[in-house]
């Protein structure tokens, strides 16, 4: 692993681990960003299982976006993933911006989410 993979890892677990401080039980929603596509997940880690996910991948909005890899693309998930969760019974979520700086895509992805009806 090359020394800036080592760092992203020591920031992601640093998140990581201070969320489970203040999240009281409550499922988080994760955040991966690559250079083409954007992920989020809905985690409860008590039982250890995803509740709910959506990518730029999803057959649902591949023809809508024009690329995953844009703020527009993001917003579009964070809406998505808010809709899933509110019919999983999912209203609270703690964010884990997974050690990425919350910008761009990963602020349009939050926005995008509180937007669509989850509290956080």
Same mark, same amino acid.
């Given at each position: 692993?090359?020394?800036?993979?080592k760092?992203?890892a020591?920031r992601?677990?640093?998140?990581?681990? +201070?969320l489970?401080k203040?999240s009281?039980?409550?499922p988080?929603?994760?955040v991966?960003r690559?250079?083409k596509?954007?992920y989020?997940?809905i985690?409860?880690?008590k039982?250890?299982?995803t509740v709910?996910?959506?990518s730029?991948l999803? +057959?649902?909005l591949r023809g809508?976006?024009k690329?995953?890899?844009?703020c527009?693309a993001?917003?579009a998930i964070?809406?998505?993933?808010a809709e899933?969760a509110?019919?999983?019974?999912? +209203?609270?979520?703690?964010?884990?911006?997974?050690?990425?700086?919350y910008h761009?895509r990963?602020?349009?992805?939050?926005?995008?989410a509180?937007e669509?009806g989850?509290?956080f």
């Amino acid at each position: 692993m090359s020394n800036s993979g080592k760092l992203q890892a020591r920031r992601k677990q640093r998140v990581r681990t +201070k969320l489970r401080k203040v999240s009281g039980g409550e499922p988080r929603l994760s955040v991966f960003r690559s250079s083409k596509n954007i992920y989020a997940q809905i985690i409860d880690d008590k039982q250890g299982r995803t509740v709910v996910s959506a990518s730029s991948l999803d +057959k649902d909005l591949r023809g809508k976006l024009k690329t995953g890899a844009d703020c527009d693309a993001a917003s579009a998930i964070g809406k998505l993933i808010a809709e899933r969760a509110q019919s999983a019974g999912v +209203k609270k979520v703690i964010f884990d911006r997974g050690g990425y700086l919350y910008h761009g895509r990963v602020k349009a992805l939050a926005e995008g989410a509180r937007e669509g009806g989850l509290e956080f």
